[in-house]
């Protein structure tokens, strides 16, 4: 009998499995239930990546799935790369026990990553960068033998590496970066005979183990500490990058990599490595072919040894202190395409420059380089972008090098001292995009050469002593946008073509034109035009205020001319005298107010003198029940001052943050002197010591009431007494903010002693008083200028790396820009976008290419609405209007926040447009009413 029940359930699994039913078998049914379970846990699919995963359709044949040709119905991959899916990851997918690849990179998947992974044993790539995961790496991992690629980039995952990973023998790929992973590398690494490529964190004392090795890369962290000591013994090492990092080391690791006769190229860019180069740099592999150290804090002069390594292609110092004659051996560099040393301290240029016949990129931008420029750069042929920009060059430009045909994004010889013509060689630039040799001795006349550079768009020639008239043969550069001749000796009359022209900005002023200014085409932009400083010229659009054009008939009542020179003077001398009494006025109330800027004890005027205790004792001995607030240098308490009997807000910095003291002393040096309703106002500033002898700062502000910005934009609600209190910015309170902030930058940008740059302006520094009347804060990253014979002096240290906050940063920085008024532009503009989009520049839905202008600017003028702030739209305005007026203030924001910096508004014109806005917006108000 047991027999023939054995018999029974053998038929039964045998034709279960390979009849012709449509359940083929109990283990593919498996398979198909742990897909559904898999799409269960999606909550968003926007791309409909999931539709055909229905009944109609064989599971194989679902988007996505691969199944067995030599186990039939068996799931051997899924893969679902960036479908904008939204969701968890189903615990059942560790029933696809086929699975060898399971790839859901780009996507939005939240949550932990399951165990049941582990279950998994032939997988072979598992591939979730770039989602949302949290919590741990699983262990059981280690249970995944044939696993070969594991790559978790881009998540949150937090916690330790596991040591089992160790056991994975057939390993060749791990990516764990822009995790928040901790601790070290466990040793067991070493065992992974296999692994080629490492993207991992922190950084680890040790790496030998790991022999294999040929990829490494820790970049976009927030890593402290030494480098590797053993980087040498990674004989098979290609490739190493520690980029964007807090790595605080000296350059002494470039001995070890020499050991790395495999070495192609290493990176250690955006870190806080100082010293000297080592002379064993021109040790290292022959097949190094690129090194980047810009944005550290490297010093001394650079190693001749430099020209033994004869297969560099990219050589990038930029953003250092390196100082002293660029060596000659730099000519040795044959196969050099792209030399960055910018933005340091070199004197000389050699001439065996010109032994660079490959070279595309040369940047020596902000140096101190003097001398003439070497004509042997001419030899260069290959020279697509050259920067000379801000040095102390001098002599005439040499033609050899106007010659080169082959440069065609950006020659740029402004801030010299350069002397002589502009050749006429000039015209063989007939690529170029972008010509700029402003502010330089220049003389002569315009050459009509530059006609033949048919595909410029901007020419800048400004801050010379160009003389003659503008010539009519720069009508032929019909794709010019941007045309800067202001601050020359040009003369004659504006040519009537360059209203033809599609120019967005046109700057004529300070030279000697004269008769009648066109009004049409850019004539008509006030705002993109210039000519001040022209006293003949006459007419135009009254925005230019210039006297009206004389008619054509003579006047019958002329004044004699020795009347007209009386009169002239009287008008001078009347003049001087308002003049002089004025100065006088003004210096005697600086002299004053600068005296006793911190005499008095006073709320509204002066600073208050506090000590520690009275801080301690005001914030409760800073108890977290007075905390409002953490920036990123220390925290901020509210509390109630003995002195003033109202409510302060303290922010006490925290001095073992690198940064912090230079943070406070600067945001001392910047409001000290300002004052704007729309500035956050300091009250007092304490350096002391604590109860435990410990050096102790901190900053007292006006408390402001509402809070700040980004709470009142991404906050839903409040807490009061337990109760949930909606919370929302009205359309008017938007514009009222967005004109306030803007307000404030004008201020600091154009009506202060020295201009100051903010630095990082964002919402989380915009305050609100319990008016809700914005104030701009924390100073703590700003910069103070003085206009001295046309340079920038910063009062700041000597380092021009400028720090920021990601998404509003102004991307120029990235390519070593000095702080500038035009960035704090930008930054406005992407806060002014998130203002009225509710969508915050690091919004996970900015992937790839999209970015939160990109959103903007494609969305103007009919999708704009799509875009905008759900809030507003649920405001009783009328729509058509409400998008009109939408639509405005996003081109603002699209304006100010243009890649490049001189597309950008001015802060000045932003203030002016958006109190337009307004006041339209209440006439239409008074209209309706």
């Not at 939005?108 to 741990?136: A, C, T």
């Not at 296999?194 to 970049?219: R, V």
Request: hydrophobic share 40%.
């Amino acid at each position: 009998m047991a027999n023939w029940l054995i018999i029974f359930f053998t038929s039964i699994v045998w034709w279960c499995c390979f009849g012709n039913t449509p359940a083929t078998c109990l283990q593919n049914e498996t398979d198909r239930s742990a897909l559904i379970a898999f799409k269960s846990a999606i909550d968003q699919d926007p791309f409909g990546s999931l539709i055909s995963w229905n009944d109609s359709v064989h599971y194989c044949d679902w988007n996505g799935i691969l199944c067995s040709h030599r186990h039939p119905n068996r799931v051997v991959k899924l893969r679902l790369r960036s479908q904008g899916l939204v969701g968890s990851l189903s615990p059942h997918i560790g029933n696809l026990s086929f699975l060898k690849s399971l790839i859901l990179r780009n996507n939005s998947f939240h949550g932990p990553i399951p165990q049941e992974i582990g279950r998994l044993f032939r997988l072979q790539n598992i591939s979730l960068r770039k989602n949302s995961f949290h919590g741990e790496v699983p262990t059981n991992f280690s249970q995944c033998s044939n696993l070969e690629i594991l790559d978790l980039i881009g998540n949150n995952l937090t916690g330790n590496i596991p040591a089992e990973l160790g056991s994975l023998s057939k390993l060749t790929f791990l990516g764990l970066t822009t995790n928040k992973i901790s601790g070290t590398i466990p040793p067991s690494l070493g065992n992974l005979s296999s692994l080629t490529q490492l993207f991992t964190g922190p950084l680890p004392i040790s790496l030998s183990n790991a022999s294999k090795l040929q990829q490494i890369g820790f970049d976009d962290n927030s890593f402290v500490g030494p480098m590797p000591r053993d980087l040498g013994r990674l004989l098979s090492l290609q490739k190493f990058g520690v980029g964007d990092n807090l790595l605080q080391d000296d350059l002494s690791f470039i001995s070890s990599l020499t050991n790395c006769t495999s070495l192609k190229a290493f990176s250690v860019t955006g870190n806080f490595l100082r010293g000297p180069v080592p002379k064993s740099i021109a040790n290292l592999s022959s097949e190094v072919s690129i090194i980047i150290m810009q944005d550290n804090e490297i010093y001394g002069s650079l190693p001749s040894g430099i020209g033994n390594l004869p297969n560099l292609g990219i050589f990038d110092m930029v953003m250092n202190h390196l100082s002293g004659p660029i060596p000659t051996t730099i000519g040795k560099l044959h196969n050099l395409h792209r030399l960055y040393l910018g933005v340091n301290y070199f004197t000389q240029l050699p001439s065996s420059i010109g032994n660079l016949t490959l070279l595309n990129t040369l940047y020596l931008g902000r140096n101190k380089i003097h001398g003439s420029i070497p004509s042997s750069l001419g030899n260069c042929k290959n020279l697509l972008d050259l920067n000379l920009a801000h040095n102390n060059f001098h002599g005439s430009i040499p033609p050899e090098i106007m010659s080169l045909s082959s440069i065609s994004i950006s020659f740029n010889l402004s801030y010299n001292a350069l002397t002589g013509s502009l050749p006429l060689e000039v015209g063989s630039l007939k690529n170029l995009e972008k010509l700029d040799v402003s502010n330089n001795r220049l003389l002569g006349s315009i050459p009509n050469s530059l006609s033949n550079c048919l595909s410029l768009e901007w020419l800048h020639l400004e801050g010379n002593s160009f003389e003659g008239e503008i010539p009519q043969s720069l009508r032929e550069l019909r794709g010019l946008q941007e045309l800067d001749l202001s601050r020359n000796n040009l003369s004659g009359l504006i040519p009537s073509y360059l209203s033809e022209l599609h120019l967005e900005k046109l700057n004529l002023s300070f030279n000697k034109l004269h008769g009648r200014v066109p009004m049409e085409g850019i004539f008509r932009n006030e705002s993109a035009i210039s000519v001040d400083g022209n006293n003949d010229l006459c007419g135009g659009i009254p925005y230019l205020r210039l006297p009206l054009c004389p008619s054509s008939k003579s006047s019958k009542n002329k004044l004699s001319h020795k009347m007209k020179v009386i009169l002239a003077v009287v008008v001078v001398l009347v003049l001087c005298s308002i003049l002089l009494g004025c100065l006088f006025i003004f210096l005697h109330w600086r002299r004053v107010s600068r005296k006793t800027a911190f005499s008095v004890p006073s709320l509204k005027h002066h600073l208050l003198r506090v000590s520690y205790a009275e801080l301690l004792k005001a914030t409760d001995g800073f108890s977290e029940d007075k905390l409002i607030g953490v920036g990123n240098y220390g925290s901020v308490y509210k509390g109630i001052l003995d002195q003033v009997q109202t409510m302060v807000a303290v922010k006490a910095l925290n001095l073992q943050l690198r940064g912090a003291s230079k943070s406070f002393m600067s945001e001392c040096k910047a409001l000290r002197f300002i004052r704007h309703r729309n500035l956050l106002k300091i009250l007092s500033a304490c350096s002391s010591v604590d109860f435990q002898g410990n050096e102790f700062k901190a900053l007292v502000y006006e408390f402001m009431a509402n809070g700040s910005l980004e709470k009142w934009l991404h906050h839903d609600g409040i807490e009061n007494n337990g109760q949930q209190e909606s919370r929302n910015l009205k359309f008017i309170q938007r514009l009222n903010i967005a004109i306030d902030v803007a307000s404030a930058i004008e201020y600091l940008h154009c009506h202060c002693d020295s201009t100051i740059i903010h630095g990082d302006l964002k919402p989380s520094n915009v305050l609100l008083d319990d008016e809700m009347i914005a104030h701009v804060g924390d100073f703590g990253l700003a910069k103070i200028i003085s206009t001295i014979s046309n340079e920038v002096v910063q009062h700041q240290s000597n380092s021009t790396a400028v720090r920021g906050t990601i998404g509003y940063v102004a991307p120029e920085y990235a390519m070593g820009n000095r702080a500038s008024t035009i960035a704090d532009v930008y930054s406005y503009g992407i806060l002014l976008m998130e203002m009225f989009t509710g969508k915050r520049p690091t919004d996970n839905v900015f992937k790839d290419d999209l970015t939160l202008h990109i959103l903007v600017e494609s969305a103007l003028p009919d999708q704009v609405l799509e875009i905008v702030d759900p809030r507003i739209l649920s405001e009783h305005e009328p729509r058509s209007w409400l998008k009109d007026t939408l639509v405005s203030v996003l081109r603002i924001g699209v304006a100010c926040s243009m890649e490049s910096p001189r597309d950008r508004m001015q802060i000045q014109d932003v203030v002016n447009a958006l109190c337009k806005i307004k006041k339209v917006r209440e006439n239409n108000r008074l209209r309706q009413d």
